[in-house]
């Protein structure tokens, strides 16, 4: 095989990963919207009158941006093996997975594994440079790149690997994690406890909630691949989908209350998250392949939650490059 085949087939492989386990258009602009989110309800919260996009609201996206996408590559590389033999056994969800088809190999997920890696270090680089709290901006990248590592590799604890409910604790509060860092690049001021309590919430149980939803199944339609319905049981799944779902909504009131974006869009938010709350209750109550397709009522959740607040945080306060009058 000549080298230009080579690299056209390393091309072609790279396509099928961004297209089909990391598509870029929704990925990038949820890294923008959380960036966008937590820099305007900061600032808003602070009574900064006009809000204000400079470089700091640039190295958050590239620091979010980043961590997806090493969480994707180290995701895809530690499952690489179970998701091969979950195909193998004629499990439909696994067979069409580009891993399965041949679409892309394991040393593509290591070259988007270097990449994720130098993306997040130029952004936490000139989030350091430029954070009013450098010292806090340092050791939430650090914590960041330390704690998505060690889910990389289970923490250590093999169990783990087996337990859903044991990776969903150990492994979801990385979201958590994420969202105080950024805060920390985007912060221009101190921030309220209650106000960074709910900040660091509306980045992290909305993505909750979206996992949640995305591992659900009827009885009829289990295989051997966990579910969240599986591992807990219809009730118990659906009851923590509701948990995640209620912690979002409570983060979203206290932050539209502290930032004048109360009004139409707490109706909205109340709306969307009260469809996936009566979708939790439906598939409690009758759980079928129809109820069990919670997943785009979550997605649409987590759009209102990063995507909605700081448009209307936007609209009412105005929005301004840094350095303008």
């Not at 690049?185 to 919430?201: G, H, K």
């Not at 219809?234 to 009851?239: E, F, M, N, P």
């Amino acid at each position: 095989m000549s080298a230009t085949t080579s690299a056209r087939t390393r091309v072609a492989r790279l396509r099928a990963f961004f297209h089909g386990r990391w598509p870029l258009a929704p990925n990038l602009a949820g890294a923008a919207a959380l960036s966008l989110s937590l820099s305007f309800v900061a600032q808003a919260a602070a009574q900064a009158g006009s809000l204000v996009l400079g470089p700091r609201e640039v190295y958050a996206f590239l620091v979010a941006a980043g961590t997806s996408l090493l969480m994707r590559a180290y995701d895809e590389l530690k499952d690489v093996e179970t998701d091969l033999k979950l195909a193998a056994s004629g499990d439909a969800t696994f067979a069409t997975r580009p891993i399965a088809t041949g679409e892309i190999e394991r040393s593509d997920l290591v070259l988007v594994k270097w990449l994720a890696l130098v993306t997040f270090s130029i952004g936490a680089a000139g989030a350091v440079a430029t954070s009013s709290f450098p010292w806090w901006t340092a050791g939430g990248c650090l914590a960041i790149v330390a704690t998505v590592w060690l889910s990389s590799r289970w923490f250590f604890w093999p169990r783990i690997q087996r337990d859903l409910v044991l990776a969903f604790v150990t492994h979801n509060p990385i979201a958590g994690v994420v969202g105080a860092a950024l805060v920390a690049v985007v912060a221009r001021a101190a921030v309220e406890p209650l106000v960074l309590m709910a900040l660091i919430a509306s980045s992290w149980f909305p993505i909750s909630a979206w996992e949640v939803a995305r591992k659900l199944r009827a009885p009829a339609d289990e295989t051997s691949y966990e579910t969240y319905s599986k591992r807990l049981g219809v009730g118990g799944a659906a009851a923590l989908l509701a948990a995640c779902v209620v912690l979002s909504l409570s983060s979203l009131v206290v932050l539209a209350l502290a930032t004048a974006a109360a009004g139409a869009y707490l109706w909205v938010a109340s709306a969307v998250g009260g469809a996936l709350l009566v979708g939790a209750l439906r598939f409690a109550l009758r759980p079928s392949a129809a109820s069990a397709r919670l997943r785009p009522f979550a997605e649409a959740f987590a759009l209102v939650a990063t995507v909605g607040l700081p448009v209307a945080l936007g609209i009412a306060h105005g929005v301004r490059f840094e350095g303008s009058a």
